[in-house]
């Protein structure tokens, strides 16, 4: 039968000990399917590089090799619970959206003592392979599978439906089972905030770290990976927030159609730039690396999503005003806590927001303390009035 094999490298992390191990090719999955141990199986347990390091994947690191593994454990005592992990496509290595689950599996592999391991599959046809690799495996059993992103819903609603006796829980979608979990965001939140930060800004001359914008240029970008209702929830809060800052500002819109194309991104940004677009917000995944890359080229400022990338990104943040982080972590390790507790919130949908910390909009690491206090002040209020319920933002455009 197809065996893993490990890679090991030298990345940096936010833990001292992460593991995973490449996954067979795409044409050995199957052959995978039915053996004992899931997903990277045949592990040696030596440590290797997770992709976190905010790295564009110039080096082969974007996550896009359908590798998979992680057991986090030591080989000591049994783990206080087994979890499988099948990540978004564009893997790990996005400094974003599919590094911000991994944090969670890794704060509840230290806080908790679970053991987890990790697929990274390379194209929507190879979530249900995954899910039910997990799910059938004897050595070891999984307490739950975790199924990043909103294109595995297909997917899991069959697999779910097959193995009534496994948990499961989903980010970005609702998936409609007894054995599911369901975590959505309330991204058109956080998205507003960016967006009337962005509409602010460009009404204005302001210039610091790699960009400036102009104020007789009142243009702003939105650049999206694969177009759906959750990504059109990021339009539509950013619009709204736009709209609410300066009713003269026009916002482009462009969907790439991928979460993991850089040369997309950024033709897609460069053009809105040429255009005269002072900033451009991206909700793409790793396409959004495109995007600072032209942020760069042109001298103008971006907006980041899902985690601080101003942070992960670090070779762009002098053009990162901030992120729209989106505390996928939190989902993780709260349906992981939930599991080891005996308390799992299966065929419930949990929605995470600005109240619950769910949603943020962060401030750039080396811009945000050069933006206008004004601005900073008008973001703050903003964010007061969306909880209190007295600003109602569209989720849908």
Known sequence: MPRTLPVVGDM????????????????GLIGLAGCSGGPGDGSDGSDGSDGSDGSDGSDGSDGSDGSDGSDGSDGGSSPAANIGMVYATGGLG????NDQAQQGALQAEEELGISFRESQPDEVAQFSTFQQQFAESSDPNYDLVCCIGFLQADSLSETASSYPDQDFMIVDSVVQSDNVASYVFQEHE???????M???????????????TAGDTTNVGFVGGVESGLIQKFQAGFEAGVAAGDGDVDVSVNYVGDFNDPAGGREAANAMYNSGADIVYHAAGNTG??????????????????RDQSVTRPDYADVILASMVKRVDTAVFNAIDATVDGEFPAG?????????????????DQLG???????????????????AGNIDVPSQV
Do not use: C, M
Request: hydrophobic letters at 40%.
């Open 190 to 196: 956080g998205s507003y905030l960016g967006g009337l």
């Open 198 to 212: 962005a509409s602010l800004l460009s009404t204005r001359d302001f210039s610091a770290g790699g960009g400036s």
């Open 12 to 27: 940096a992390s936010d833990f001292d000990r992460r593991r995973f191990i490449k996954a067979a090719s795409a044409a």
């Open 348 to 364: 419930e949908n949990i929605a995470l927001g600005l109240e619950s910390n769910g949603v943020e909009l962060v401030f750039g």
């Open 94 to 97: 996005d400094g974003s959206f």
């Open 369 to 387: 303390s050069e933006l206008p206090q004004d601005v900073r002040d008008q973001v703050a209020t903003a964010r007061d009035e969306i909880i």
């Open 289 to 306: 690396t495109g995007v600072f890359q032209a942020a760069q080229e042109q001298n103008k400022f971006a907006i980041g999503v899902d």
